[in-house]
């Protein structure tokens, strides 16, 4: 699939929703279950092979997965590159070719510091953001205001870090990102703001408190994940029929 016919799913009056995977068995798995699209999730993917999330999953470890995910569904693939494994946008962009040449049609990037506290600077994660999109990918360009501090405890649901947001999502649209995702945000009438100010469609995280994939759509969301809860579910199902078989 083309980018822009990726991109064109993209929209409110029937949004993209990715239950995301881990591996090319999940893949080809979600594709029978009538996805329209496939995304893997990092935490997911590197939890199936035994690392932390973080970029702890080797980037070859990563390309090896994704080229046997590729093959497996006649779907497009989106993939969860995290910061782009990379200090650099030049070294974000080399690496993101290699995700292209792999298979993938697009890709997350996400503007938090991996080592250390805080998002980077709206210039410098625009500069990356242009490095993917330049290496041929559709750009789901996440920022992490919200999940921060949903992580840490707080209530993330406030005015102020929505306003942040939609400057961050103008400073990303016009570096050439296809898409704005704002895991964490959970509040519908923050979420309906968000989407009214955007230009970008904009993409939501999908929390068991959230209100239903039919009613986001109704506030503007053009893109729905999982994230690790398909994973987090699967392997609780495994742990739970082992441990009967051990009993």
Same mark, same amino acid.
């Given at each position: 699939?083309?980018?822009?016919?990726?991109?064109?799913?993209?929209? !409110?009056?029937?949004?993209?929703?990715? *239950?995301?995977?881990?591996?090319?068995?999940?893949?080809?798995?979600? &594709?029978?279950?009538?996805?329209?699209?496939?995304?893997?999730?990092?935490?997911?993917?590197?939890?199936?092979?035994? *690392?932390?999330?973080?970029? =702890?999953?080797?980037?070859?470890?990563?390309?090896?997965?994704?080229?046997?995910?590729?093959?497996?569904?006649?779907? #497009?693939?989106?993939?969860?590159?995290?910061?782009?494994?990379?200090?650099? &946008?030049?070294?974000?962009?080399?690496?993101?070719?290699?995700?292209?040449?792999?298979?993938?049609?697009?890709?997350?990037?996400?503007?938090?510091?991996?080592?250390?506290?805080?998002?980077?600077?709206? !210039?410098?994660?625009?500069?990356?953001?242009?490095?993917?999109?330049?290496?041929?990918? *559709?750009?789901?360009?996440?920022?992490?205001?919200?999940?921060?501090?949903?992580?840490?405890?707080?209530?993330?649901?406030?005015?102020?870090?929505?306003?942040? =947001?939609?400057?961050?999502?103008?400073?990303?649209? &016009?570096?050439?990102?296809?898409?704005?995702?704002? #895991?964490?945000? !959970?509040? #519908?009438?923050?979420?309906?703001?968000?989407?009214?100010?955007?230009?970008?469609?904009?993409?939501?995280?999908?929390?068991?408190?959230?209100?239903?994939?039919?009613?986001?759509?109704?506030?503007?969301?053009?893109?729905?994940?999982?994230?690790?809860?398909?994973?987090?579910?699967?392997?609780?199902?495994?742990?739970?029929? =082992?441990?009967?078989? *051990? !009993?």
């Amino acid at each position: 699939m083309r980018i822009d016919d990726f991109a064109a799913l993209h929209t !409110s009056a029937e949004p993209l929703v990715l *239950f995301n995977i881990w591996d090319a068995g999940s893949a080809a798995a979600v &594709a029978r279950a009538g996805a329209r699209a496939i995304a893997t999730g990092s935490l997911s993917l590197a939890g199936a092979q035994g *690392f932390d999330d973080g970029e =702890a999953l080797p980037f070859d470890a990563l390309l090896a997965t994704v080229r046997q995910i590729t093959p497996a569904c006649a779907l #497009p693939v989106s993939v969860d590159v995290e910061t782009g494994y990379a200090e650099s &946008a030049a070294g974000v962009g080399a690496n993101l070719a290699k995700l292209r040449e792999a298979g993938a049609v697009g890709c997350n990037l996400e503007d938090r510091l991996i080592a250390g506290e805080g998002l980077r600077y709206v !210039s410098e994660q625009c500069e990356r953001i242009e490095a993917a999109a330049s290496a041929g990918l *559709f750009v789901n360009a996440r920022t992490d205001l919200f999940l921060a501090p949903l992580m840490a405890g707080e209530d993330p649901n406030r005015a102020d870090l929505v306003d942040a =947001a939609i400057e961050r999502a103008a400073a990303y649209g &016009a570096a050439r990102a296809g898409c704005f995702f704002a #895991p964490g945000l !959970s509040e #519908p009438e923050l979420i309906e703001r968000l989407c009214r100010e955007v230009a970008l469609p904009v993409n939501v995280m999908r929390l068991p408190s959230m209100i239903s994939n039919h009613d986001l759509s109704a506030l503007g969301v053009a893109r729905i994940s999982y994230g690790p809860a398909p994973w987090r579910d699967a392997i609780a199902q495994v742990e739970a029929a =082992a441990a009967a078989a *051990f !009993s």
